[in-house]
């Protein structure tokens, strides 16, 4: 189980350049729990770059029951922001600071699309982003990492540590990284944002090395309004330190 106890925090705010991409976040209009419209979309687009990002990747959720999503919704939807940047802002928001991937949940529609050889939407390269249930661990969770491994994909786990699930077993985790899979943390979660329990994960992963990536999970203005004040804490200094992939992307 994960200590109580918590290390002092730095008095610093995360500096975001450090990063340079964000590679989780929900910014296309009126597809999921993200944006609403193309307004609200420019607005956090804007406070993304202000906050120090030179790259954001947003990745809508494909859920099949609830975000039937595909490369033609999401399309649809990023290419109406681009035509929608004002004039004087294409110079630092265009097809090379903004582009879309996509956060798969894993289910049996993920199997089909990879029985099918449809290609799904990537952070970068073969890289695509994760998704399970926050409910409980899916049955045959590491057979269906092997089958995208299998063809050709390398998955980085949305927010392992908001899977509570984990927190009375943490060696899980080392479990789930021995398949291959990389580990993405919200920055949020090392703020307490989603509970102290969610906090004390992230903390865990960050010292004990296992993070790849850091990424906002942005939804909405109260996300972005947390992200302006989010302390530097030790374990996000950890983390950072040790040298994430964000900058590679």
Request: glycine fraction near 6%; aromatic fraction near 10%.
């Amino acid at each position: 189980m994960f200590s109580i106890f918590k290390k002092k925090s730095s008095a610093l705010t995360f500096p975001y350049y450090l990063l340079k991409t964000d590679m989780h976040s929900h910014l296309i209009p009126a597809v999921d729990d993200g944006s609403r419209d193309e307004g609200e979309s420019l607005a956090l687009i804007r406070g993304m770059m202000e906050l120090g990002f030179e790259k954001l990747i947003t990745t809508p959720h494909v859920m099949q029951d609830m975000y039937p999503n595909n490369p033609q919704t999401i399309g649809m939807g990023y290419d109406e922001i681009i035509r929608n940047i004002p004039a004087g802002e294409k110079e630092k928001i265009n097809t090379t600071t903004l582009r879309t991937g996509a956060e798969y949940f894993l289910d049996d529609h993920v199997l089909t699309l990879m029985e099918n050889n449809e290609p799904l939407m990537t952070i970068k390269d073969k890289m695509v982003l994760v998704e399970i249930s926050f409910a409980s661990p899916p049955l045959g969770l590491k057979e269906m990492i092997f089958d995208l491994q299998i063809k050709g994909y390398q998955p980085i786990l949305a927010h392992p540590e908001r899977y509570t699930f984990y927190h009375r077993t943490p060696s899980t985790y080392r479990d789930l990284k021995d398949t291959g899979v990389l580990f993405q943390s919200n920055l949020l979660s090392f703020s307490g944002y989603y509970g102290g329990s969610v906090k004390n994960a992230a903390e865990f992963l960050a010292n004990e090395n296992l993070l790849d990536l850091l990424g906002t999970d942005l939804h909405h203005e109260r996300h972005l309004a947390h992200l302006q004040e989010l302390p530097f804490t030790n374990a996000l200094q950890k983390a950072v330190g040790k040298g994430l992939m964000n900058s590679t992307l």
